[in-house]
């Protein structure tokens, strides 16, 4: 079954605004991370939270994460249209070296 | 560039070919990974070497047949594929540590379409 998914689906804001997205998971995990793919392109890693951290920044980006309600949140302060792309929220157990994906949220910022 | 490249950038086969994708770290990393990217669908993890040893084989098609001669390469070889195999296959290496699972850096992918 997947175990990350994002919400929501797709998102169209305006450059200078902040983009939220959110991540729920099923089970227990060692750490949630986040990647962006550009159309056609492959997967690039943004952010790693661990299990035992609240909250992480990254130039322009925040995660947080709720173990308690399984979810996950990157947020992505004043938005440029560079930043249009496709995110992804990745699940580690570590019990071995997977991921597992969600089926991504296509951003796009307008102009 | 993420230090990790894959060839063909594009392949266009029919059903009865044999082809290979090819796929190489620069990063000195101990595990590699292929998966599958469809349509509206989350990205599907078809294999996972670990040491050159394969762990993970997640109910693939036979006619998928992965090869890790070492740490630093993976082939996917073809054959006899179906269209609904059309898709974009993405490479992927990590360091794994006590088996956690941490980055992974992704190459750019092989979009295949099969006739």
């Known amino acids: 079954s997947q175990q990350g998914e994002e919400d929501p689906q797709a998102l169209s804001i305006q450059e200078g605004e902040n983009a939220t997205m959110n991540c729920s998971y099923k089970?227990?995990?060692?750490?949630l991370q986040w990647y962006r793919q550009n159309s056609g392109r492959g997967l690039v890693h943004l952010i790693l939270i661990r299990s035992n951290e609240r909250e992480k920044h990254s130039g322009r980006l925040r995660v947080t994460l709720d173990t308690s309600k399984k979810s996950s949140s990157l947020l992505i302060t004043a938005s440029r249209a560079a930043d249009t792309a496709s995110y992804f929220c990745a699940t580690g157990t570590g019990a071995n070296s997977k991921l597992t994906f969600g089926k991504g949220i296509t951003l796009s910022v307008r102009p | 560039e993420t230090g990790v490249t894959q060839t063909p950038r594009h392949l266009v086969m029919g059903m009865t070919n044999k082809k290979s994708l090819k796929c190489e770290q620069h990063l000195g990393h101990n595990a590699m990974y292929w998966y599958k990217q469809s349509a509206k669908k989350p990205l599907e993890l078809m294999f996972v070497?670990?040491?050159?040893?394969?762990?993970e084989n997640n109910s693939v098609p036979s006619r998928f047949s992965p090869e890790c001669p070492n740490s630093s390469h993976l082939f996917l070889h073809l054959h006899t594929l179906q269209p609904e195999d059309s898709a974009l296959y993405l490479c992927?290496?990590?360091?794994?540590?006590?088996?956690?699972?941490?980055?992974?850096?992704f190459g750019p992918g092989t979009r295949l379409t099969v006739l």
């Open positions: 070497y670990n040491f050159k040893e394969q762990t």
């Open positions: 992927a290496s990590s360091q794994v540590d006590r088996g956690t699972t941490d980055t992974q850096y």
């Open positions: 089970t227990s995990i060692n750490n």
